[in-house]
């Protein structure tokens, strides 16, 4: 007699299926937590400082724990980020900073024959400086009728400072600290939120945005970051407020790109411009100006984000496979023939 299996199919498949209706709609109860009524993520305390929160409904790729860049280092000994291409995404991060009503600072400095690259600079930070942001530029000249006219986008604005004639390009390298100090002081403390203080002897080539904001932000230098910490050109007389010792440090900082929040950049520039006046009084001048004083702070006061070369890149020919994307990049020049003393 061959038994009938039929029924017992039958219950199997009502059994499977029952199994499958009550799993599925446990699943997606607990997915409705994640749609925009109920979103998960609100439920808990958003960030107070940052409301570091995703917009509901947003779709981006995954976040993973495993795969990201495995050739170059994304997080410092102190746990501060690294920003490099490709450990970031533009959509998602853009859209959290949206929902925030920030204004960003940028200051730059353009004296003697410096003022030929305020256009390349302004209009290309325009293409890719915090679009579609707040930007105010805070742009330092002896020339203020060398200004370019430029067509600045909503929201966007440039206010031109005069300032007077420098013979040293050392001493206008260096008195950027003094004058970004008093600007932070009170003017803009109720204006902006963060500042980027910036070479004006650059280009922007690809996107320099929110990714890059942060309480205290360096970026390393472009030419520094394969080498070891003995041979970085801090300044070594220990004379020089500045000096560091050959086993300290931990990465070689660009002085033409740094920023962070008013307060930050403030207490930075202050400090740095003290440091300065106090060489001075020695007749010391550190080897590297501003950028060996920015070196000394970032040892003892750590950026809370490092931005890597592709945030100030030595050479728009220069090739590197851990550069990605260019995204700023300093523009080639005849040092001889641009700088009021040589
Ligand atoms: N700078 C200037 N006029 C000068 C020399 C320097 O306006 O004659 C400003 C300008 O903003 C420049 C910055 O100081 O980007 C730093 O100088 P420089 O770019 O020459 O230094 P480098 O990047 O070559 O070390
Ligand atoms: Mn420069």
């Not at 795969?67 to 980020?81: E, F, I, Q």
């Not at 801090?234 to 740094?258: L, V």
Request: glycine share 6%.
């Amino acid at each position: 007699m061959r038994p009938n299996f039929f029924p017992l199919v039958f219950v199997g498949v009502l059994l499977i299926g029952l199994f499958y209706l009550g799993f599925n709609s446990i699943w997606l109860s607990d997915f409705r937590c994640n749609t925009p009524q109920t979103n998960g993520i609100t439920k808990e305390k958003p960030h107070k400082d940052l409301g570091l929160h995703s917009l509901p409904g947003l779709l981006y790729k995954q976040s993973s724990v495993l795969n990201g860049r495995a050739d170059v280092v994304c997080v410092t000994p102190w746990l501060a980020p690294i920003v490099w291409e490709g450990t970031f995404d533009p959509t998602l991060i853009d859209s959290i900073y949206k929902q925030q009503n920030i204004t960003i600072a940028t200051t730059i400095f353009a004296l003697g024959k410096y003022t030929r690259f305020l256009k390349d600079f302004l209009e290309s930070a325009e293409q890719h400086f915090f679009v579609g942001f707040q930007v105010h530029y805070y742009l330092f000249t002896d020339q203020p009728e060398a200004v370019p006219d430029i067509k600045f986008g909503e929201e966007r604005q440039l206010k031109v400072q005069t300032v007077p004639k420098m013979d040293r390009w050392q001493d206008i390298t260096m008195g950027r600290m003094e004058m970004i100090a008093k600007l932070t002081e009170s003017e803009l403390v109720n204006e902006v939120d963060y500042i980027f203080c910036l070479d004006v002897d650059t280009k922007f080539y690809a996107r320099w945005s929110v990714e890059a904001l942060g309480s205290l932000v360096g970026v390393i230098h472009p030419w520094f970051f394969n080498y070891p910490r003995d041979q970085f050109t801090y300044e070594r007389r220990p004379e020089s407020q500045a000096f560091i010792p050959p086993e300290e440090g931990d990465f070689y900082y660009a002085g033409g790109a740094f920023g962070g929040s008013i307060q930050e950049v403030h207490k930075l520039t202050k400090t740095c411009n003290e440091q300065q006046k106090i060489d001075a009084a020695k007749s010391i001048e550190a080897i590297w100006h501003d950028e060996s004083h920015l070196n000394k702070y970032f040892l003892y006061n750590k950026p809370t984000k490092a931005l890597s070369p592709e945030y100030l890149w030595r050479n728009i020919n220069a090739h590197s496979d851990t550069i990605k994307t260019i995204r700023f990049c300093s523009v080639e020049k005849d040092v001889a023939e641009v700088r009021p003393n040589l």
